[in-house]
């Protein structure tokens, strides 16, 4: 008497026979779907659930830990391509620098702020509701021929950006080094609004001093040596000093005290449940607190109404 043999298949091609089961589930493979384990073979669907099982590594603030700075990368490259924008329409830093007051006269020139103003100007800035310029003066730089330092101040910001995001990121990770970036570019043009509020103001600066102020505090927080880190903060903070005379000092103060306060609040948050809710916390409170001082400026800047 002749016993027919069962003919076993791949559990996702049907049509294919096998011999091979998956360790963990047991089901028959064909050697399309074998991935190879430590001991035999597993199918596609227990590598996806044994992989989805390991636990992620994570930064010191809970970040996603990546060997790439990829935000920094990318932050680098809009400035650049906005700056090569900048060239082909220079009308573009006037229309989204940081302004807090100003006005636009009838023959197109820009001119101080009144609260008053005569017939025929009319209000530019955030006294006019334009409050994205808030963000957006950060991805701005001075034109080749303007101002101290021309086509060099996109360069030193970006040259200080490469150096010092190259070493912040991977301290935090993607998501909070870019909300870090951020608030301290915002930081920075907050201040710039309530201590020179009719100054047009442009360049990363700002954040690129609260990603300086992050990596002090990160080093201090893992331990680090702190002697080149002090030279560096030093350096930054003479820098600081000796540029306030042709560049804007309120927008470099305000983004190291926001970047500073970010940075406190996400590597001295609970290593715990809670320290999700604890950095997302105090990045909001940051926000509020520099929406309110934005307003209350702006109250006073048009008495208390809209500037007509």
Wanted: charged share 15%; hydrophobic share 45%.
């Amino acid at each position: 008497m002749d016993s027919e043999s069962t003919v076993t298949t791949c559990y996702r091609h049907p049509g294919v026979a096998c011999h091979v089961r998956c360790i963990r589930c047991e089901r028959y493979i064909c050697p399309d779907c074998m991935r190879e384990a430590a001991v035999g073979h597993q199918c596609p669907g227990c590598v996806k659930e044994g992989a989805r099982s390991v636990r992620q590594a994570r930064t010191l603030v809970g970040g996603r830990v990546s060997a790439v700075p990829v935000v920094t990368y990318v932050l680098i490259a809009v400035n650049v391509l906005v700056y090569g924008a900048e060239l082909v329409r220079p009308e573009i830093v006037d229309r989204f620098a940081m302004l807090g007051a100003g006005l636009t006269g009838p023959d197109g020139g820009h001119y101080l702020w009144t609260d008053r103003y005569p017939e025929g100007f009319r209000p530019e800035g955030l006294v006019d509701g334009e409050w994205y310029r808030l963000l957006t003066g950060a991805f701005l730089h001075l034109p080749p021929a303007e101002g101290t330092f021309g086509v060099f101040h996109i360069v030193m910001n970006m040259v200080a950006l490469w150096n010092l995001g190259r070493l912040v990121e991977p301290m935090l990770g993607r998501v909070h080094y870019l909300s870090l970036y951020l608030l301290s570019a915002l930081g920075g043009s907050v201040l710039v609004l309530l201590l020179a509020p009719e100054d047009s103001v442009v360049g990363a600066s700002g954040a690129v001093f609260g990603v300086g102020a992050a990596y002090y505090v990160m080093a201090r927080r893992v331990g680090v040596d702190m002697s080149t880190v002090n030279r560096f903060m030093a350096g930054l903070l003479v820098w600081l000093v000796l540029s306030a005379a042709v560049t804007s000092w309120e927008g470099h103060l305000g983004g190291l005290l926001a970047g500073g306060a970010v940075a406190l609040a996400f590597a001295y948050a609970p290593r715990d449940g809670r320290r999700t809710a604890v950095q997302v916390g105090a990045c909001a409170g940051l926000v509020v607190l520099l929406a309110a001082a934005a307003a209350i400026r702006m109250s006073e800047l048009t008495g208390g109404g809209v500037p007509q």
